[in-house]
């Protein structure tokens, strides 16, 4: 008998892969991780807790059935950031979430991923709604949140790890499916 | 796609299988608990969930993690046992957690021999070690009723740990 773990589907895009999280990219995350540009999203961190956060978006694909993503940049195999939908215990709603990795600013990839993720999660899971939670201080990601055509909520969302976010609500499904 | 396989399987008592959202309650209630210093505790109940969904990542990277040790007769959560290698150990490990109410029962004890079995037959880890905080005495006395010794003192995450090395258990186990 044995505990068969849910599918991770791939997605493409016009230049990236959504796939699924693997030991491979935790080269990469470590980097990340131990760089300043990790501080909006829980770092930095160990390469012990970064592997614990790897090991942790695998499983929230188990759990929930649905996770983030693996965002390669399709003509290189590099890994670019890490997107997708993400609504662990104790999260105020089921959230986009996109992390970008270092040297991949500035070219639309979250953008291009957060889109293709959205479009998944309104088609295949069926939300209704979403929201992406934006550290206080992170600009670009809120830029990034108001390109995606979402407007900002009055409350906000404070976590232990993360600090206080910014809330901001996607445009509901009849409006970018 | 991706997929990955959890082996789940019995012993006398118990059922070595992967967490379920329905164990979340009782995995919440140990990392409450004072109980849960030792393994990196205490910790909120969205912490808990996280070291859930951890150990479904941990086999999906690595091929062995924890199972979660259940009644076999209720399925009722009694603590976890398995393999752990993270970036920070030296080597592969035995682990083992048990919650309050399994004390004294020889559940640890019953869980982590299937588990060492396991990893000696399947996973090609024989002769294991086992991290124990020096004040963990309860573990130490369990470590030694599986046969492992005390080999150094050792660190783990920031932790002054006691490494206690199994016997090579092979086929035979």
């Known amino acids: ?177 | 796609m991706t997929t990955y396989t959890i082996p789940e399987f019995s012993t006398d008592r118990l059922l070595l299988r992967a967490p379920k959202l329905a164990d979340l309650p009782r995995v919440t209630e140990f990392f409450a608990s004072e109980r849960s210093h030792i393994v990196g505790g205490p910790l909120n109940a969205r912490e808990a969930s996280r070291a859930m969904m951890q150990i479904y990542g941990m086999w999906a990277l690595r091929g062995h993690s924890f199972w979660y040790i259940a009644d076999k007769a209720t399925d009722i959560f009694l603590g976890w046992t398995g393999i752990i290698n993270g970036p920070a150990w030296d080597e592969p490990e035995l682990g083992w957690t048990v919650v309050e109410e399994a004390e004294g029962k020889s559940i640890a004890f019953e869980a982590a021999t299937a588990a060492r079995a396991y990893a000696a037959t399947q996973l090609g880890y024989d002769g294991v070690i086992s991290y124990i905080a020096p004040q963990n005495s309860r573990s130490a006395t369990l470590a030694k009723r599986l046969g492992a010794s005390f080999e150094r003192e050792g660190e783990l995450l920031g932790h002054d740990v006691h490494v206690y090395r199994h016997p090579k258990v092979g086929a035979a186990a």
């Not at chain 1, 390469?47 to 059935?65: D, Q």
């Not at chain 1, 809120?142 to 600090?163: K, M, P």
């Open chain 1, 1 to 177: 008998m044995s505990f068969g773990a849910q599918n991770i589907p791939t997605l493409t895009t016009e230049r990236l892969t959504l796939r699924a999280l693997g030991a491979q990219d935790f080269a990469p995350l470590c980097e990340f991780y131990a760089s300043d540009r990790s501080k909006f999203v829980g770092g930095p961190a160990t390469a012990e807790a970064t592997w614990r956060n790897l090991a942790g978006e695998i499983g929230h694909w188990a759990l929930r059935g649905y996770g983030r993503w693996a965002v390669e940049e399709t003509a290189t195999g590099k890994l670019a950031g890490v997107v997708g939908p993400w609504n662990p215990d104790g999260w105020p709603e089921a959230e986009l979430g996109w992390d970008l990795m270092n040297g991949f600013e500035g070219k639309g990839y979250a953008t291009e991923a957060a889109r293709a993720a959205r479009h998944f999660a309104y088609t295949e899971l069926n939300w209704t709604t979403a929201i992406s939670l934006v550290a206080i201080d992170n600009d670009a990601s809120a830029a990034l949140a108001l390109r995606l055509g979402c407007s900002e909520e009055n409350e906000r969302f404070t976590h232990e790890r993360h600090g206080t976010m910014r809330v901001f609500r996607h445009p509901n499904p009849e409006a970018v499916i």
